[in-house]
């Protein structure tokens, strides 16, 4: 009930009432008051029985009743080119542990289950939809807040900022240092600034919210934007560089402005450039691991995020959590979780390619 339903954090969960516990969840009046603790074995099947799929359910008899468990997993290789020692191993180790019923049979750990399925303690029943919603989340608001900000950085320091001050050339110098500097480093400042300073917006409190701390989906994301900014920016300005001059001459020659110019003129042209350099910092960003682990994601979450302010997990980290337990089951679960992780990544990009394909054709008519 606690991996299926729960809304609370897992050491929260025995002592709130159900109400709480179960948010959402179909109850009976008579228990919304009371903790998991109190309820009787009857009021729990019919609760699990009103609010679990028919799937889910049958999966939670095999392991919680009848005692379903996996002795041992072997490799594709293994099986395609070694099945008779396989056999060997899975009789010897039958003979020493003497299980009930022991069945040798084959399973993908890459599945539609896997894909929609939450984290589980158990490793046949885990999956990492949570963990897909918050990388969606957290790269989808990296996003809006990196593409803007970097393409008027590389606006003003290749259209306006001409004068060749110390200023302008210590901006260029540290956005192009920044570009190289270690993530993790991002991660203790958006730790510092995000989580910490600046705790009332990141956790939705000032916006009435009522969030514990700011290790939220926003904190993640204005940390993730400020890893790929220098990208962008760099990027950004190399296309907007390479746009001819003549283009500029005969638009001011027209009689337009200079923000006419770089609207109509200059940004159309150099669009292309500058979605490439977004979808480099996107692949970047997709996979990074360490600045959420520094600025507190979470490692076990059973919620779906719902909004900027929710809490979250995201794929790199639940990959990392797994490839961290001691069971063989969870380092396959790892593995199959990396597919789906370059999968999404060719996905976004594959988006990102065709809008930029578009343009450019446009552009050319």
Request: no cysteine.
């Amino acid at each position: 009930m606690r991996d299926e339903l729960s809304r609370v954090k897992p050491e929260d969960f025995t002592r709130v009432p159900l109400r709480e516990a179960l948010a959402g969840a179909t109850l009976p009046p008579e228990t919304a008051d009371m903790t998991i603790s109190q309820l009787s074995l009857e009021q729990q099947t019919a609760i699990l029985s009103a609010n679990l799929t028919h799937d889910a359910l049958y999966a939670r008899v095999l392991n919680d009743v009848i005692g379903l468990d996996i002795l041992k997993s072997w490799t594709l290789s293994r099986t395609l080119f070694d099945y008779a020692g396989i056999e060997a191993e899975f009789q010897a180790l039958v003979a020493a542990q003497n299980p009930p019923n022991p069945q040798l049979k084959s399973h993908s750990w890459l599945n539609t289950a896997f894909i929609t399925g939450t984290q589980s303690s158990y490793p046949e029943l885990a999956g990492i939809r949570t963990a897909i919603l918050g990388t969606l989340w957290i790269m989808a608001l990296t996003m809006i807040i990196a593409f803007p900000l970097g393409v008027g950085a590389a606006i003003y320091l290749e259209e306006y900022a001409h004068s060749g001050n110390w200023l302008e050339r210590l901006i260029e110098t540290n956005i192009r240092n920044l570009a190289g500097v270690p993530s993790i480093i991002y991660g203790l400042l958006g730790l510092a600034i995000f989580v910490r300073a600046l705790a009332p917006i990141s956790s939705g409190a000032l916006f009435g919210i009522n969030e514990a701390n700011g290790r939220t989906i926003f904190a993640a994301a204005m940390t993730m934007a400020l890893l790929i900014l220098p990208v962008i920016i760099i990027a950004a300005q190399e296309a907007i560089r390479a746009v001819p001059q003549s283009i500029r001459d005969a638009s001011y020659g027209l009689g337009a402005t200079q923000w006419q110019t770089i609207w109509y003129q200059v940004l159309p042209a150099a669009l292309p450039g500058i979605l490439t350099g977004t979808i480099l910092s996107m692949s970047r960003a997709i996979g990074e691991t360490a600045p959420l682990i520094v600025i507190g994601a979470s490692a076990v979450i059973f919620v779906d995020p719902s909004g900027p302010f929710s809490k979250f997990t995201a794929l790199p980290i639940q990959i990392w959590q797994w490839t961290a337990r001691p069971q063989e089951e969870f380092r396959n679960l790892a593995a199959a979780a990396i597919i789906v992780l370059l999968a999404l990544l060719l996905m976004l990009n594959s988006v990102a390619i065709i809008l930029r394909q578009r343009v450019s054709n446009r552009l050319r008519s």
